[in-house]
Structure formats: C-alpha cells, structure tokens
C-alpha cells in the first residue's frame, strides 16, 4: 500500500486492525500515524485507549495483554509499537503471531526504519497486516507533494515557488513544511504562494550570503566574512538559522570534493546528489567553493559550527559576539 493509498483508507473510515510501517522517510511516517491517531483516538480519552511502546524497552509480555483490552470512552483503543525491529526474535515472532488473529476492536501499528522485507518475519507481517512503505521522495517528485501538501491551508503553490523552496531549502520534508507554514502566515489572505513570495521569505539573499561567507573563509578574508554576514543580518537571517544553512552548504563541497576525486563526471555528480535545480543552476560556483576550501578547513568548519551552535543555545554571550567568533575561526590560517 503506498501512503496516498492510506489516506483514502482513512477517509473512507476503512480502519484495518494492524498496520505495518517501515522506511527512511520519517516525516511522512509520522504523518501518517497523527492521522491514526486524529482518526482513531476520541479528544481527550488517550490516557485510556492510546498506549505507545518502544522496542528496545519492553517485550512481548508487556505489550500482549494491552493489545487485548477493551477500549474505554471510545470503540477502538490504539497501540503503537515504535523501533519493533530491535525487540528480540521471539518477542517480535509472539506478535507477528498475534496479528494472524488479531483484536478487533484494537488498531497496532507496527513502526520501524527500512528492514530486509524479504525475511521470513517481514514477509509474515506484511501478509497479516495492511503494510506501507515510506520510502524518501525523489528531489523531482518534491514539488508536486508540496503543491498538494498546502492544499489543507486552503492555499495554492505555484510550480515556481515549489522549485524554488526545494532550491533554498533541500529535500528534509519536515523543514520544507516548517517553512510551507511560515509562508500560509506571510501571505495572509492571498490564496496563491508565488515565486516572489519565497523569494522574500526564504529568497535568494539565504543562499547568497552563505555562499559569500564560504568564499570569503576560503580566501581567509575575515573583513569580506563579517560584511557578508551583516548584510545576512539586515536581510532578516538569524544566526541559528544561518549555521544550519552553513552546515549544508560545507556538508555539500564536502561530498563534491570526495566525488570529484573518485572522478565523477558533473552530470554525475548532480545526479548523484539529487539537490534540485537550484544546486544545478549554481554548480560552478559549488565546484569552485570546494576547490578553494581545503579538505582541513571543511572538517574544522564544521567542529567550530557545532560549538557555536551549541554556545547560541546555552552561553550567555550575545548572539553576535558568538558569530563574529565563529568567523575568526573559520578565517584564521592554522598553517
């Protein structure tokens, strides 16, 4: 069953008793078991018919007798099973078994991250349940589920603004929709997010700035560093926000240095990497930002990040000591 499949089952109150969900992408996932839980579990009854466990933390013995109660306050009780792939052989074999017979007036869903199908446990499990599959979306297949996620806001996407959202943000689903809901508020009544409006909000001036920071650390300019991050500053960047770009960004001439070196072609490596047509359009300026940044000054970038990150979160600095910090770091010539 793909997810789409799901949500018609759902909406059509066609409730199976056991659901089996593997795969990497975990935003969908989760979405999908919110809607279980909107669907199955009345407002205010979860102490009494929701009950989530983990897999690494119980066994069979624990969850058994709670799969087979009578629900309270409601028709169906809901029982998730997060991580089943790290409980025990025989744990997880006494539940496969369960799910031959299940009760029917419980919903179990059975969670775990990407698992061998093919073995004869999975097999099992997929023949007694109504089994999905989340696996991570192709960067092209992004925009179109952009365009229908927004939908629920009673608001349209363009196909450009959808474009350029995979462009500045990447393909991590769950920042696309915190930046999707950060646009419904940015337009107000209009009913149509355009190209303009991410461009406003997310825009172009993200990207650049950290491209102009990365160029400056390369050529270990502090001065053209600092005025490239005032300029990010009165655009309306945070500094937490603008470490997060910087981290991907050096995390991207990172895998282009590697893939270079094994000497892959550049369409190969667009391929390969799957960033979007914004990564594309910029390629050149990627491939030189990787040359120009030597393989020390990358994995010291990123250890000088992370501290920052963690000093914007807890030192009682101000934010703008620890970024211009930050920036000597990364300029300073440790030959």
Same mark, same amino acid.
């Given at each position: 069953?793909?997810?789409?499949?799901?949500?018609?089952?759902?909406?059509?109150?066609?409730?199976?008793?056991?659901?089996?969900?593997?795969?990497?992408? @975990?935003?969908? %996932?989760?979405? !999908?078991?919110?809607?279980?839980?909107?669907?199955?579990?009345?407002?205010?009854? @979860?102490?009494?018919?929701?009950?989530?466990?983990?897999?690494? #933390?119980?066994?069979?013995?624990?969850?058994?007798?709670?799969?087979?109660?009578? *629900?309270?306050?409601?028709?169906?009780?809901?029982?998730?099973?997060?991580?089943?792939?790290?409980?025990?052989?025989?744990?997880?074999?006494?539940?496969?078994?369960? =799910?031959?017979?299940?009760?029917?007036?419980?919903?179990?869903?059975?969670?775990?991250?990407?698992?061998?199908?093919?073995?004869?446990?999975?097999?099992?499990?997929?023949? =007694?349940?109504?089994?999905?599959?989340?696996?991570?979306?192709? *960067?092209?297949?992004?925009?179109?589920?952009?365009?229908?996620?927004?939908?629920?806001?009673?608001?349209?996407?363009?196909?450009?603004? !959808?474009?350029?959202?995979?462009?500045?943000?990447?393909?991590?689903?769950?920042?696309?929709?915190? /930046?999707?809901?950060?646009?419904? $508020?940015?337009?107000?009544?209009?009913?149509?997010?355009?190209?303009?409006?991410?461009?406003?909000?997310?825009?172009? $001036?993200?990207?650049?700035?950290?491209?102009?920071?990365?160029?400056?650390?390369?050529?270990?300019?502090?001065?053209?560093?600092?005025? !490239?991050? @005032?300029?990010?500053? #009165?655009?309306?960047? @945070?500094?937490?926000?603008?470490?997060?770009?910087?981290?991907?960004?050096?995390?991207?001439?990172?895998?282009?240095?590697?893939?270079?070196?094994?000497?892959?072609?550049?369409?190969?490596? %667009?391929?390969?990497?799957?960033?979007?047509?914004?990564?594309?359009?910029?390629?050149?300026?990627?491939?030189?930002?990787?040359?120009?940044?030597?393989?020390?000054?990358?994995?010291?970038?990123?250890?000088?990040?992370?501290?920052?990150?963690? !000093?914007?979160?807890?030192?009682?600095?101000? *934010?703008? $000591?620890?970024?211009?910090?930050?920036?000597? /770091?990364?300029?300073?010539?440790?030959?």
């Amino acid at each position: 069953m793909k997810p789409e499949n799901l949500k018609e089952q759902i909406q059509k109150n066609n409730i199976s008793p056991v659901y089996f969900f593997s795969g990497d992408e @975990e935003y969908l %996932k989760e979405e !999908a078991i919110r809607s279980l839980i909107n669907y199955v579990v009345k407002p205010d009854t @979860e102490p009494f018919c929701l009950d989530v466990f983990r897999g690494d #933390d119980v066994g069979a013995a624990d969850i058994l007798p709670v799969v087979s109660l009578v *629900p309270m306050m409601s028709d169906r009780r809901l029982v998730i099973i997060r991580d089943f792939h790290r409980l025990s052989q025989k744990d997880r074999e006494a539940l496969v078994t369960y =799910t031959e017979q299940p009760v029917l007036s419980t919903v179990l869903i059975i969670e775990c991250h990407r698992i061998n199908l093919k073995t004869q446990i999975y097999k099992r499990l997929t023949e =007694t349940s109504d089994s999905v599959v989340f696996y991570t979306l192709f *960067p092209e297949r992004i925009p179109t589920w952009l365009k229908q996620h927004i939908l629920q806001y009673n608001k349209r996407l363009t196909s450009e603004a !959808a474009q350029q959202m995979l462009a500045i943000v990447g393909t991590d689903l769950r920042e696309l929709v915190g /930046e999707l809901q950060k646009l419904v $508020i940015f337009i107000g009544e209009r009913e149509t997010i355009e190209i303009q409006d991410v461009e406003n909000t997310l825009g172009p $001036i993200r990207t650049g700035s950290v491209f102009d920071i990365t160029e400056a650390v390369g050529e270990k300019n502090l001065a053209k560093a600092l005025g !490239a991050y @005032e300029r990010a500053l #009165d655009s309306g960047d @945070e500094p937490q926000a603008m470490i997060g770009l910087f981290v991907r960004h050096l995390m991207i001439l990172w895998k282009i240095r590697f893939l270079k070196r094994d000497r892959l072609t550049d369409d190969s490596i %667009k391929k390969k990497l799957q960033l979007g047509w914004g990564f594309n359009r910029f390629f050149d300026r990627y491939v030189a930002q990787s040359k120009l940044l030597s393989g020390r000054t990358l994995q010291d970038g990123f250890e000088v990040l992370y501290e920052a990150d963690l !000093a914007l979160k807890t030192s009682l600095f101000k *934010p703008e $000591i620890i970024m211009r910090h930050l920036l000597y /770091e990364l300029c300073v010539d440790r030959t």
